[in-house]
């Protein structure tokens, strides 16, 4: 290859290779059952206190596809949604859906009846796998969609008895957190997997070109739509990403903190696909947003590797006793779907000792695109290099490719990136060329030594006065004052110029004013770009696992 097209292969990690082999398994099913039986006997997922090793995760996975399979009558192909919060229960059914061949889809369980209606629907799932909690929601909608079969389960169901009858008995009974719903002819989790021991699990083939997952995107610029990832898509990343851990990761060893649902797309592959390669042992926090349960949780842990999102972090930051939290084994922290501040990479490596590495990706890139060098020693503000077999370029709005320098859309192509939106063609074809590269979006420029910056989203960007002005800019700008704890940058309509941008602040300093922003905003940003607005807010809207909505804040705007 060509340095002065892939500048980025001369400054990859030493031990990283430029290219990794997609078609080293031939499903996921297969890549997860090597793990189970290379690391049978080490631990693999806890929750509230319960561990399950890879050999439990393999004989209940087992068990749960045979009931799919033989019990339900589920055929190679079908569409399977789960719809839960992190629990033991959802790597089971997740290893279950993929062993009997059959399409995981994934939902988020605080969706409403509306939300939960459309992807049933859209995705013609034939069953759902439920927590008790939000099942109310399934039985608004299940008549009026094909779903046919509804597998409940308990919060505590996988905790073993008696944890397992207590934890389900406070959770409906003391701290009533299960409103009443009414499934006739649903089947309980435990059941299921009674069933599905007295049954032999066929032996079913399934391809590399297989879909694996239905993984939903774009809600929250739209209707949501399904990404096709097939088995080759979710291997190839899951090698991407390993590839870039090998240098730091020590198999057997690695304790992973996943705050992240399972349900997203960025924690299913790099907490639960990758650190499985490696047999490592996945924490799973049921509510993240809970933040001194999570502190406690992870208070005495030891962990070694922390993902999340910026919000997460900068939440973790400002909870009491975080700063008490033993990380002298933490040495992996990787910051993903949105953009992760500055001022909150620099507070985070002074608290934990551990450089918070930004990584970037989409749902239809299974995520990982590019992610940075795991041995830098301090927040660069880039999204990274390439990771291996994978191709970035910068595109004007014809399609030409920019020189490296300019600003442009970010385009990307290589073995994860998805077949296409499901049932929908015309979707497909507005971000996927011919030849395979992905119109991503976001607006960004590659350095000369291959790194690439993401300047902002397409639709999030402001104009003003005829000035693009990148709302990721003003808000790192404004989270380096002391007292703004959350910042979100938007544009609104404006007389004069267009647009004019406008500020949504969470304070950590009470007596923080908007004077103080704007005084601050005028030393540090030229004029077009200086905020016209501030509004103070007590939270900020985001998305389930922590983007900010802006798309909600603009929406809310007054007219000025």
Same mark, same amino acid.
Not at 150 to 162: M, Q
Not at 273 to 299: E, H, Q, W
Not at 346 to 362: D, P
């Given at each position: 290859m060509?340095?002065r097209?892939?500048?980025?292969?001369? !400054?990859?990690p030493?031990g990283?290779?430029?290219e990794?082999? *997609?078609?080293q398994?031939?499903?996921v099913a297969?890549?997860?059952?090597?793990?189970?039986?290379r690391f049978?006997h080490r631990?693999?997922? !806890?929750?509230?206190?319960?561990?399950?090793?890879?050999?439990?995760?393999?004989?209940?996975?087992?068990?749960?596809?045979? =009931?799919l399979?033989n019990d339900?009558k589920?055929?190679?192909?079908?569409?399977v949604?789960?719809m839960?919060?992190?629990?033991?229960?959802?790597?089971?059914?997740i290893?279950?859906v993929l062993?009997a061949?059959?399409?995981?889809?994934?939902v !988020?369980?605080l969706?409403?009846?509306?939300e939960?209606?459309?992807?049933?629907?859209?995705?013609?799932?034939?069953?759902?796998?439920?927590v008790?909690?939000f099942?109310?929601?399934?039985a608004?909608?299940?008549?009026e969609?094909?779903?046919?079969?509804?597998?409940c @389960?308990g919060?505590?169901?996988?905790?073993?008895? *008696?944890k397992s009858?207590?934890?389900? =008995?406070?959770v409906?009974?003391?701290?009533?957190?299960?409103?009443? =719903?009414?499934l006739?002819?649903?089947?309980r989790? !435990?059941e299921a997997?009674?069933?599905?021991?007295r049954s032999?699990l066929p032996?079913?083939?399934i391809?590399?070109?297989?879909?694996?997952f239905?993984?939903?995107?774009?809600?929250?610029t739209g209707?949501?739509?399904?990404?096709m990832l097939?088995?080759?898509n979710?291997?190839a990343n899951?090698?991407?990403?390993?590839? #870039?851990?090998?240098?730091?990761v020590r198999?057997?060893?690695e304790?992973v903190?996943t705050?992240l649902?399972?349900?997203?797309?960025f924690?299913?592959?790099?907490n639960f696909l990758?650190?499985?390669?490696?047999?490592?042992y996945?924490i799973?926090?049921t509510?993240?947003?809970?933040m001194?349960?999570?502190?406690?949780?992870?208070?005495?842990?030891r962990?070694t590797?922390?993902t999340?999102?910026?919000t997460?972090?900068?939440?973790?930051?400002?909870t009491?006793?975080f700063?008490?939290?033993?990380?002298?084994k933490l040495?992996? @922290?990787?910051g993903?779907?949105?953009?992760?501040?500055r001022?909150?990479?620099?507070? #985070?490596k002074?608290?934990t000792g551990?450089?918070?590495a930004?990584?970037?990706?989409?749902t239809? @890139? /299974? *995520?990982?695109?590019?992610?940075?060098?795991l041995?830098?020693?301090?927040?660069?503000?880039s999204?990274g290099?390439?990771?291996p /077999?994978?191709?970035?370029?910068i595109?004007?709005?014809?399609g030409?490719?920019l020189?490296?320098g300019?600003?442009?859309?970010l385009?990307v192509k290589?073995?994860?990136?998805?077949?296409?939106? #499901?049932?929908?063609?015309?979707?497909t074809?507005?971000?996927?060329?011919?030849?395979g590269w992905l119109r991503?979006g976001?607006i960004?420029?590659?350095?000369?030594?291959?790194?690439?910056?993401?300047?902002?989203r397409?639709?999030?960007?402001?104009?003003?006065?005829g000035?693009?002005?990148y709302p990721?800019?003003?808000?790192?700008?404004v989270?380096l004052?002391?007292?703004?704890l959350?910042v979100?940058?938007?544009?609104?309509p404006?007389?004069?110029?267009?647009?004019?941008?406008?500020?949504?602040i969470?304070?950590?300093d009470p007596a923080?004013?908007?004077?103080?922003?704007?005084?601050?905003?005028?030393?540090?940003?030229?004029?077009y770009?200086?905020?016209?607005?501030?509004?103070?807010r007590e939270?900020?809207p985001?998305t389930n696992?922590?983007?900010?909505?802006?798309?909600?804040?603009r929406d809310a705007?007054?007219a000025h």
């Amino acid at each position: 290859m060509d340095n002065r097209q892939h500048p980025w292969l001369a !400054n990859y990690p030493a031990g990283v290779p430029a290219e990794i082999d *997609p078609g080293q398994y031939s499903s996921v099913a297969a890549m997860l059952l090597e793990c189970c039986d290379r690391f049978r006997h080490r631990p693999a997922f !806890n929750n509230m206190g319960r561990t399950l090793s890879y050999g439990d995760l393999d004989r209940l996975s087992a068990a749960f596809a045979a =009931f799919l399979v033989n019990d339900l009558k589920l055929a190679k192909g079908d569409r399977v949604a789960i719809m839960m919060p992190n629990l033991l229960q959802y790597p089971v059914a997740i290893m279950a859906v993929l062993r009997a061949g059959l399409t995981v889809v994934n939902v !988020n369980p605080l969706y409403t009846a509306r939300e939960l209606k459309h992807q049933l629907d859209d995705s013609g799932a034939s069953a759902i796998i439920v927590v008790d909690n939000f099942a109310h929601t399934v039985a608004d909608v299940i008549g009026e969609t094909p779903c046919k079969h509804v597998i409940c @389960t308990g919060l505590g169901d996988l905790l073993g008895f *008696p944890k397992s009858a207590i934890t389900n =008995f406070v959770v409906r009974h003391v701290k009533k957190m299960v409103p009443a =719903f009414s499934l006739p002819g649903a089947i309980r989790f !435990n059941e299921a997997l009674g069933r599905g021991t007295r049954s032999k699990l066929p032996k079913i083939e399934i391809t590399p070109d297989d879909l694996a997952f239905l993984q939903y995107t774009g809600g929250t610029t739209g209707v949501a739509k399904g990404a096709m990832l097939t088995h080759r898509n979710m291997i190839a990343n899951m090698l991407q990403a390993y590839a #870039w851990l090998t240098p730091v990761v020590r198999e057997g060893e690695e304790v992973v903190v996943t705050a992240l649902p399972l349900y997203h797309i960025f924690a299913l592959t790099a907490n639960f696909l990758t650190f499985a390669r490696s047999g490592g042992y996945n924490i799973l926090i049921t509510n993240p947003r809970d933040m001194p349960g999570f502190v406690k949780t992870i208070k005495d842990l030891r962990f070694t590797a922390l993902t999340g999102v910026n919000t997460l972090f900068a939440g973790l930051l400002n909870t009491p006793g975080f700063d008490k939290v033993d990380f002298s084994k933490l040495h992996l @922290t990787l910051g993903g779907g949105m953009a992760v501040q500055r001022a909150v990479a620099e507070r #985070w490596k002074k608290v934990t000792g551990c450089t918070l590495a930004e990584a970037y990706g989409l749902t239809e @890139t /299974s *995520p990982a695109a590019c992610i940075n060098p795991l041995d830098l020693a301090e927040y660069n503000g880039s999204i990274g290099l390439p990771v291996p /077999s994978t191709d970035v370029s910068i595109r004007d709005d014809d399609g030409k490719e920019l020189p490296l320098g300019e600003v442009g859309e970010l385009c990307v192509k290589g073995p994860q990136v998805m077949k296409g939106y #499901w049932q929908r063609p015309e979707e497909t074809a507005k971000v996927m060329t011919a030849d395979g590269w992905l119109r991503t979006g976001d607006i960004a420029r590659i350095d000369e030594k291959g790194y690439v910056y993401i300047v902002d989203r397409k639709k999030d960007m402001i104009l003003v006065s005829g000035f693009n002005v990148y709302p990721n800019e003003i808000e790192d700008v404004v989270a380096l004052m002391p007292g703004v704890l959350e910042v979100a940058a938007v544009g609104v309509p404006d007389e004069k110029s267009g647009e004019a941008v406008k500020l949504v602040i969470v304070k950590r300093d009470p007596a923080l004013t908007a004077e103080d922003v704007l005084k601050h905003c005028k030393v540090n940003l030229t004029g077009y770009k200086q905020p016209r607005y501030v509004e103070f807010r007590e939270s900020l809207p985001k998305t389930n696992v922590g983007k900010i909505l802006r798309r909600e804040l603009r929406d809310a705007a007054p007219a000025h």
